[in-house]
Every structure is written in C-alpha cells, then in structure tokens.
C-alpha cells in the first residue's frame, strides 16, 4: 500500500485558532520566515534595535528550566529556577558574552486569557519563551506520539500487539508535527538568525530542524538526543521514519551520548537514505546535499557545583543524621530509577532475593533502599510494573524480614537532590539494572557524594578515611561505556547479577579506593559544563562556512532540505554558453553517459533516437570535436553510436578510445598484458560467494567489483576487506586498486578520464586547433578527473578559453558549474546544436547571396549534364534542422 503524502504536514491545523507569531512579546520583532533564493534573511532584534544584535543561544526542549505556582492571592503566578534541569545547568558551558533564551512548554496549564501576562513576565525576567500548546494538541503530542509511541520505539519496544509498545497513530503524529511547528514560531520571535545558534533537545522536537531551516536556510542549529537511538531493525518499522532521519540531518551538528546510539543511526541513514558517512580528523560527517552535518559523540555530565552545594545544605546534614541511625549496622545497597518499565526494577529485586538466597551471611546486614520516583508515562504498562514491584517487595520482606529489618525498603515519590545525596552517602554499592536507558546520571551523583561527603568515613577520632565506592551497573545504559572500574552486568541474568552485588561488598577496600578514584577523577572533569563546551564548540566549527556558501532550499513539507553550494558554483545557463558557443572557432565537447544523457536509474541503457539526433548534429559542424568519455566496455559503446559517424568515444574511462567510427581504437597507456586479471577473478569471487547481491563486471581493461544491491554495512564492510586484500596481493603489479561509489575496481595505472581528455586536448592543439571553448559534463566521481584535467590543461591566467566544466546535480564537485539533471543536459545539448544548425544556414545563405551577386551561369538543364553527387549545404542544413524536433 502506497503511503499517503505528507507534503501539507507543514500547514496543519491545530483544531484551534492559533496565531502564528507571539501576540505582545516586549523586545521582540517578528518576521516573516520564508527567505529568498539569495537567503536575506532579516534580523528581527536587529531591525528593532537598528544595530547589530548581541549573539544569542536559543535552547529549545520540551519543558522550560521553571517551577510555577499560583501566587498568594490566587491571581497571576510565581515562578523559580528548576536548578535540577539540565536545560538550565548547561549554561556553565555557553560563553559569558552570548545571552541564553530557553523555549519549552511550562509544567502547569495557564489560561488563555493569562497567557500574554505570563509571557511578557517570563521574557522580561527569565529570558523564557513559553509555548502554550492547545490541550488536545499537547496531550495527543506527549502521552500520544511521544511516550506512547517514540519513546517505546527508541527503548525497543516493537509494537507488536495493542498492549505492546504503542502502535502507529496518524492523529497523533500530526499533532506532534503541529506541536513542533508551534516551537519554530517561538524560535522565529526572538532569533537573529545571523548570529544566533540554536540547540535543540530530546525526541520531542525531531522534526523541529525542518521548520526552521525552511524559513532560514542557513540557520546555525544542533540537536541532542537524550535517548538511545534504536537500530536499523527497529527504527524502520516507524512509518514515518524517512521524515524523522530526514529532518534530522537539517540540523548542522546532532549529538549522541554513545558511539552505539550515533552507529545506529548512521546505519539508518545508510540503509534508508543510502547516505555514507566518513570520518577525518576524529571528526564524523554525514554528505547532505553538499552541507556536511556532523556526529557528536558525547556523554553528558553532572553539575558540580549544584551537588557540593547540597552536600552542605542543613537539610542534607540532618537527612544523613537520621538515615544513620536509622541504618545503623546494614550494608546499605542504594538504586534510584523512575518508575517504567525499562528501569528493570523487577530484575533488580528478584537479584536481590537471589543474593539473600544464596549468600545467607547477608540476611539482616543488607538493605536494599530502592527509590523510585513516579513514572512521566502511563498506561497499562506502568500499572502492570507497579503492581509486579509491590509484589515482590511484599514477598522478599515477608520471606527474609524480622522485626528490626526489611531487606527492602522501598521508597515511591520525588526525592529531591538534598535528600537523594544522604542517601548517596550512605551507601556502600550503587545497582542501576536499566534493561535500556539513554543515559542515567545517578551513578555520577553517587560517586560525587562519596567523594565529598566526611560523615560515613570519619571515625569517631577524627581521621578520614580513603573515600571509596562501588557501583553494579547495566551494559544497556549510557554512562557503562564511561565508567571502566563499575561491575557491569547482563540485568536479564538474575544470578549473575546477585553475584555482582556480592563481588561489589565483599571487594578489598584498596580496590574500592582505586575505583573510586578513576570515576571520581573522570566525573569532576567531564561535568555538564564541559559537555556543553565541547557541543557548542563542534556546532561552531560546523557552521562556519554557512556565509561562503550559497544555498537553496528544495522539496516540500517534511522532505524539505537546503543545497548547500560554493560560492563560484552556479547553474549553467543555456543563453550563456550558447553566446559563448557562437563566438568560439574550436569547439571540444566531451560528454559522459551514464547519469549524464540517460538518467542512471534508468532501465533502458541505450541512448534515445533524440539525442542520437543532437550529437549527429553537433559532430556534423566542422568547428567541433565530440567524445563520448564512459566507464563502459567499447563494445558496447559502439553498438549504442554506431549511427553517429563523426562521433569519438573513450571507452573503460579512456583506456581505449577513438576519433571517430571508421578509426581504429587505440590505448592511451601502453599495457604488455592482462596477467594481473588471473591473481583478481578468484579473490573476487571468493568475495562475490560470501557477499549476497555483489556481482563482477570484466572489462577488457579491468575487473570491477559492484555489491550496489548487497546489505548496506555488510557490503561496505566486504569492500573494506577486499580493497586491503587485492593491495596486498597486487603491490608488484602495474595496477591500482581503487573504490568508489558501490565498488571496488582495479585497472591499470594511469588509465582514468582525466589522462584521455588531456591527450584528447593536447591533439586538437597539436593539429593546429587548439581549443578555444570546451564544455565538459559529467555526473560521479571518475568525471572529476576530467575536470580537474581541462583545469590543468586548458585554463590558466594566459589562457582565453573558455571553459565549462559542470557535474550533473548540486553537489560539491570541482566543476564550476552544474546542471539539475539529463532533461536539463538534453536541453543544453539542444541550445548548441541549433546555433550550429543557424550558423550553417547562415552560411548557405551567404554562400547563394555571393553567388548571385556574382552572376554566375545556373546550372545547365540538359540532361546528358552529370549532376554532382554530394547534395547542396542547403538541403544538408535544412535535414539537420529538422532532426533537432525543436
């Protein structure tokens, strides 16, 4: 079934009247978002202000960094700093002299008739854009699209059944692209988009980069994802999953917090977009119509200075008091997750049982203090959790519990961070079972309070005692990968991890010491400041190119995306080339084929009846030298022009080649043999057997390895090997072993596109015509050696050529000129054939103007007169033109 169009996703409603700009928004002047194809776009503080705006860092998340509350007297509110959000914490790594605004939703519901007052108050005070999104709207977002169907997908929930993971809702998903359209009004009000950057966060605002790379194309915006990114396996049951990717990849930098999350997407974009990336310098990229977006790798991290607060605070002093008490004598176990179903808190409890169970020496000493704060979801899921945790606390107290001990002690609310840290200091181990999570920062807040905290490791002399720390975490979650000294664990296995929970009491205090202090030494460093740093400064090195470089914005509704072009790069026009073209004396046309006069999709690979017509018409004039200049078998090329009579062609990319059809082919290198081919064909099809959908192309001249219709990564990874493989085994023999785009191909050395075209130049020169105008189009890799061949060749400060070297398609390419595709190739071949069907009628014309005037005798009529056997120019002109069907 086809799938439904998206292309007026853009526009949709929200069921309510909803303005497209803020209504009373001080300081601010709102703009229309559209930019032209120049992409002058104005500045909206600028053009307030009258000057030049200070630079600005737009964050954008879901919720704002607030707690509100009614006021007093029961009219307007009262707002504060949320400090535990990470929205806000982050600001430790912007520069002092770039002001943050922070776009999100607030956590309480304001009336409409409030919504102005409270918006002006939140700007005017906080630097705080609000968006009120309409209450179908907003439920239909979050609890619809976002927890119920986003955030079991990217935690590996197939939507198997009703009950399992959240199934695919139309409804919903418009009202997350109308909720993510209301953000990019909020962004539009207060950005001066030459000189602010913006920061996107988290999966409820995927689609956010299109919006605003739509109004401003060259935009200069990050994206964070807080979450794990599934695999290819998972993401591309999402129906709307090319949209999401796409959307994506409008933002210059998008982060992951591990190498897992980022592969994953990577190979998304490969399999579904057939998008490679590369990485240099320690930097990953992905192509994107000539804009290179690029990878973040990075966790975050804690706020530092937040948790040495708390650990001073009076509250916390007094909390650890009587916990201590409380606690005296157990071996305190401590876990802080959500209440959701992929925190395995039941894991973590049947664990503790199993402990408990098989290590009788820990009943009455250790204590469990699981804490979990209540789930953001709901649904049938959580309540299923919830009644399986209560359970099996209900059973382990009963079973192992005595008057003065319950090896559980389960605590469900919000715990706020004062509290939390004399929990922290208590305990001795750290257990996070997470079957999937995108990061978990309680372990880091855990080490932190160890470190800090004298309480628990003072004796009662006063002598501080080494801190130490244990931590049994999952292999699933985010911190793992950075924190080396934790016991990792598979959570699903019971045993294993009760036996880890033993191993991380019963370990030497010296080890605990020396685990503790590498965290502690990695935590203290890589705080939420150094993570901010490190993104802003990635996202500022990805945009600095934005105003060199010229950009178009192409495709409709979500698939919108932005061409980014280089300065000098500009679409060939036809009326331009053909002035040239009419002034010029010696002529080289030199054409690819594939993708270049046939589309490369194409399913016919034999050229049509109407560009035979234009190349017969273009070799017909005595100003020009036409080549056909392929990666293709000569054979085959000569089946194809085997009614073009003038017509040269370079075959195997100039391995072999000819002036015209009645010549002999000829080598523009000199190879002795072929023996070479013997060593290759069986390493190829060894790699051909193992490698599903690869195939191999023998040419006269080389052997081609293609694995186009093999899977995505086990092709690249095939190609990789054998690439390595074939250098080893030729490093003695006169070839190059080279790959490209789906292939790996050897040849002989020297053999390439760019070694023809030069020997084809330095011809025309040597035969007394050197040329004055040269027009050269191709559409993949090997044309580029062509190009930078005739730049070589032909131009340079002396040189009074004139030379058009454009690649079919924006893309970056050393040619200075492009066309969109082969209707536009046609198009221009069809301008320069008529002009030089003009110029001979033109000349007909003279010619029979000359004679008359010289009042030559007609011919005779007598029929025993022979008439000549070449037809007059007039009628070969007027056959010429009437091939062209212009």
């Known amino acids: 079934m086809v799938s439904r169009s998206y292309a007026n996703l853009l526009d949709l409603g929200t069921g309510a009247e909803s303005p497209r700009w803020g209504r009373r928004m001080p300081r601010v002047m709102t703009v229309a978002g559209l930019c032209s194809e120049q992409d002058v776009c104005p500045s909206p503080r600028s053009t307030a202000s009258g000057g030049t705006a200070q630079e600005h860092m737009i964050i954008v998340g879901h919720m704002l960094p607030l707690h509100a509350e009614r006021s007093e007297d029961g009219h307007g509110w009262e707002f504060k700093w949320d400090d535990d959000s990470l929205m806000l914490q982050l600001k430790d790594g912007v520069s002092a002299d770039r002001e943050v605004i922070y776009i999100g939703c607030l956590k309480v519901d304001v009336s409409v008739d409030e919504q102005d007052e409270v918006a002006a108050k939140l700007l005017e005070n906080f630097n705080c854009v609000p968006a009120f999104l309409p209450a179908e709207v907003r439920s239909n977002f979050y609890h619809g699209f976002c927890k119920g169907q986003l955030w079991p997908l990217f935690h590996y929930m197939l939507p198997l059944n009703a009950g399992h993971g959240g199934r695919f809702d139309r409804a919903q998903w418009q009202a997350y692209v109308s909720a993510n359209r209301m953000f990019a009004d909020k962004v539009m009000e207060v950005i001066s988009p030459d000189v602010d950057y913006v920061w996107i966060h988290d999966y409820h605002l995927l689609v956010l980069p299109t919006f605003l790379r739509k109004r401003f194309n060259k ?76 990878i973040k790798i990075m966790p975050v991290g804690i706020h530092m200075g937040q948790l040495e607060a708390g650990l001073n605070m009076p509250e916390t002093k007094w909390r650890t008091a009587e916990l201590k008490a409380q606690l005296e004598g157990k071996v305190v176990l401590l876990g802080v997750d959500d209440m959701d179903i992929f925190k395995g808190l039941s894991l973590k409890l049947l664990a503790m049982e199993a402990l408990l169970k098989q290590h009788v020496e820990w009943q009455g000493k250790v204590v469990l203090v699981q804490i979990a704060h209540p789930a953001r979801g709901r649904g049938k899921d959580v309540t299923e959790v919830q009644n399986e945790i209560y359970g099996l606390v209900k059973k382990i107290n009963k079973e192992f519990g005595t008057k003065n001990y319950l090896p559980v002690m389960f605590i469900e609310r919000n715990v706020p961070l004062w509290e939390r840290i004399a929990f922290y200091t208590l305990a001795e181990c750290c257990v996070v079972t997470a079957v999937r999570d995108g990061m978990n920062l309680y372990p880091y807040e855990y080490i932190v309070c160890r470190q800090g905290s004298s309480i628990v490791d003072t004796q009662s002399d006063g002598i501080e005692h080494p801190k130490k720390s244990m931590l049994v975490i999952s292999e699933f979650i985010g911190c793992s990968p950075s924190l080396s000294g934790a016991i990792r664990v598979n959570p699903w296995n019971i045993d294993a991890l009760a036996e880890a929970m033993n191993h991380a009491l019963t370990m030497p205090e010296s080890e605990k010491h020396i685990r503790h202090e590498k965290h502690f030494k990695y935590v203290s460093t ?93 070799c017909a004039d005595p100003k020009n030298v036409v080549f056909v200049v392929s990666g293709r078998g000569r054979e085959t090329l000569s089946d194809c022009f085997s009614s073009c009579e003038k017509l040269g062609i370079a075959a195997e990319h100039g391995f072999f080649y000819r002036w015209c059809r009645d010549e002999e082919w000829t080598s523009c290198i000199s190879v002795q043999d072929f023996d070479w081919k013997e060593l290759v064909e069986p390493i190829m099809r060894l790699y051909t057997e193992c490698t599903d959908g690869s195939y191999i192309e023998a040419k006269e001249s080389a052997l081609v390895w293609h694995f186009r219709d093999a899977d995505p990564d086990f092709g690249s990874w095939q190609a990789k090997e054998l690439l390595d493989h074939l250098e080893s085994v030729l490093a003695n023999e006169p070839v190059a072993v080279k790959s490209g785009q789906h292939i790996v191909e050897v ?18 020169t040597a035969r007394g015509a050197p040329p004055d105008f040269v027009l050269c189009i191709g559409d993949d890799r090997s044309d580029e050696d062509m190009f930078e061949s005739i730049a070589t060749t032909i131009s340079g400060p002396d040189s009074q050529a004139k030379v058009f070297a454009c690649t079919v398609g924006r893309k970056p390419s050393k040619a ?35 004679i008359a005037q010289a009042r030559l005798p007609s011919i005779p009529s007598d029929p025993q007169i022979k008439m000549p056997v070449t037809p007059p120019p007039s009628l070969v002109v007027e056959s010429q033109l009437a091939n062209l069907h212009i």
């Open 747 to 764: 040849k002989p050395q020297g053999a390439t596109k760019g070694m023809v075209v030069e020997q084809l130049l330095s011809t025309m």
């Open 219 to 294: 935009i200069k915006m990050g994206f964070f994802l807080h979450s794990p990114f599934p695999s290819s396996e998972i993401y591309r049951t999402l129906p709307v999953r090319d949209e999401i990717l796409r959307s994506l990849l409008n933002a210059d930098l998008i982060g992951f917090h591990t190498f897992d999350y980022a592969r994953h997407f990577l190979s998304c974009c490969s399999r579904m977009l057939g998008l490679e990336y590369e990485s240099k310098r320690g930097y990953i990229g992905l192509e994107y119509y000539g804009r290179m977006v690029g």
């Open 526 to 618: 890589h705080d939420v400041g150094y993570w901010a740093q490190s993104f802003v400064t990635d996202l500022e090195r990805a945009c600095k190119e934005h105003s060199q470089r010229r950009c178009y914005g192409i495709g409709f509704g979500l698939g919108f995306r932005v061409v980014a072009l280089g300065p000098n790069f500009r679409k060939l026009l036809t009326e331009h080339i053909v002035s040239a073209y009419k002034r010029s004396s010696s002529r080289a046309i030199l054409l690819d084929y594939d993708g270049t006069m046939i589309p490369q999709n194409s399913h016919s690979k034999t050229p049509s009846p109407q560009v035979l017509s234009l190349l017969n018409t273009l």
């Open 816 to 850: 200075k000129y492009y066309l969109d595709d082969t209707m536009e190739v046609i198009m221009t071949l069809q301008g320069l054939a008529q002009a030089s069907a003009q110029a001979a009628a033109q000349a007909v014309k003279e010619a029979r103007a000359s």
